[in-house]
């Protein structure tokens, strides 16, 4: 009797060849702790074309291979990587090449490529060794791509920053594409370039990386991206195949939005907020509800949703500080009735009465179609708004408070003069002091453990949670941008 064949494995494809079976993205929603979960990504993919890449938040890949109910919480297919969940790569921090394979065999079968992290800056990943702080020991970063590359049945990529030169950089880059990562992604910030010192990324780095490496190598740029034209001038400036957002997504999901009318391009907050919780409700909460009112309250997509509010209405709150308020004491935990989301919909409500009243008593000026006429202007030097220059014209751009809009963090400087950043005497030469960097880490921005890694393993300190205060961004999340 003839001995059985086994089945052929389909081969795994390679740098662009991988790039274009996914459809060439040239958008990508960023690897966020917290905030890349489900829910946010089906929302993203609505509002942006239809290949866009999205990432998975960052999981512990130790945590993950080793706790069930850890990975159970963190990435649950079928729900996770379903059909309308892709292209979608799961990103993991490690420092150990057995457990980040072990982790990475788990998602394989539901996702289209496995990311490692090379780029959280935060005091956690310090006291962790991973992320960011893995960019001098080059030996066990090989170590760790050249294991999925070898071993594992979906392509391996990567995300890192870049280091204190552009050459150091190309180097780094360069290693880490020789030992196997099939698409980089480069974030054109420094390891300490973070928080209040996050300051503007470097696209000048990124194209000297994209034109020094072999034109095969699939690239992706990350930083400044804060309105759709910023997607193609990214594009232009550095030569890359693609753009990520972290933080411009977060605050307006529709920011890869191409099309012509504003109203697409500028969503209005009370209508994208209802848009997201439909999205919980009708297309999360039935495939959680098997497994019970408890590790569901526990599940991303809940427990991301009073961050993604703030961030959503970020321009309404500071002026209507109730609902602040309100969404601040809101608690999937406190509703009644077993309905998780009814604190959300109570402040929906509100925003939605807000809106509405503000536009019967300010209008929108629309064309001759009844369509919004959006929010650029001829340019003139010190009117509202700011600058903006599509193909060669400027206009001032003043977006209502009640579209989706950025957030502009200060720069350092601007931050030194409102007081949100101090500096030492002692150390205005060198920059912000050791001791200022964790107060920024763990600060108003303060990360927490999250609760169901308490539950699974609890001397664990591998994992953080930003919270969000109102008025400022999600400490963990402006570096997870570039995580």
């Known amino acids: 009797m003839a001995s059985e064949v086994p089945p052929k494995t389909k081969p795994k494809l390679t740098g662009r060849d991988f790039y274009n079976s996914l459809g060439s993205p040239k ?9 890349s979960e489900l829910a946010w990504r089906l929302l993203s993919r609505r509002h942006s074309p239809p290949n866009t890449l999205c990432y998975t938040p960052m999981f512990h890949s130790r945590l993950f291979a080793t706790t069930p ?9 079928p729900l996770d990587g379903s059909k309308p969940d892709r292209p979608l790569f799961v990103q993991f921090c490690s420092n150990t090449p057995e457990d980040l394979f072990s982790a990475a065999q788990h998602v394989a079968p539901h996702c289209d490529g496995v990311d490692l992290n090379l780029g959280c800056p935060q005091g956690i990943a310090r006291k962790g060794k991973y992320g960011a702080f893995l960019q001098e020991d080059w030996g066990l970063i090989r170590s760790l791509v050249s294991k999925l590359h070898k071993d594992l049945e979906v392509p391996v990529t990567a995300k890192i920053r870049i280091l204190e030169t552009r050459e150091r950089s190309l180097e780094y880059a360069r290693m880490v594409v020789d030992a ?3 698409v980089l992604t480069v974030h054109g910030r420094t390891r300490d370039q973070k928080g ?11 194209r000297y990386i994209r034109d020094n490496l072999p034109k095969e190598v699939v690239l992706f740029a990350n930083g400044n991206i804060l309105w759709h034209e910023d997607v193609q001038r990214c594009l232009d400036a550095t030569g890359a195949d693609g753009v990520m957002s972290a933080e411009g997504n977060l605050y307006n999901p529709a920011i890869f939005q191409s099309d012509e009318d504003w109203e697409k391009r500028f969503p209005r907050m009370d209508i994208l907020g209802r848009e997201y919780l439909d999205i919980v409700r009708k297309e999360v909460l039935p495939g959680l509800e098997e497994r019970g009112r408890k590790l569901l309250l526990q599940d991303p997509s809940i427990t991301a949703i009073k961050p993604h509010l703030f961030k959503l209405w970020h321009a309404l709150l500071p002026k209507y500080t109730d609902v602040r308020a309100l969404l601040a004491k809101s608690s999937a935990r406190a509703s009644e009735g077993g309905d998780v989301l009814e604190p959300y919909e109570t402040c929906l409500m509100e925003v939605q009465k807000i809106i509405k009243a503000e536009l019967n008593q300010n209008p929108e000026l629309t064309d001759e179609n009844g369509r919004w006429v959006g929010p650029d202007t001829p340019f003139e030097e010190g009117a509202k ?13 003043l977006v209502p408070w009640y579209r989706c809009q950025p957030y502009y963090r200060p720069l350092p400087e601007e931050a030194i003069k409102k007081g949100a950043l101090n500096v030492r005497k002692s150390a205005q030469c060198q920059g912000i002091s050791e001791k200022k960097k964790q107060k920024l880490d763990t600060g108003t921005g303060a990360q927490l453990v999250t609760e169901r890694l308490q539950q699974a393993i609890k001397d664990e300190r591998d994992i953080a949670k930003g919270v969000e205060v109102p008025g400022t961004s999600t400490g963990m999340e402006s570096d997870v941008r570039a995580s």
């Not at 109910?69 to 297919?77: A, K, L």
């Not at 209040?196 to 470097?202: F, L, R, Y």
């Open 27 to 35: 958008t990508a929603v960023a690897p966020m702790v917290e905030q």
């Open 385 to 397: 708004g700011v600058m903006i220059e599509v193909d060669g014209v400027k206009f001032n751009r």
């Open 196 to 206: 209040h010192n996050t300051g503007m990324a470097d696209w000048g780095v990124i």
């Open 69 to 77: 109910i850890y990975r159970s919480q963190s990435f649950y297919p």
């Open 180 to 182: 196997g990562a099939q």
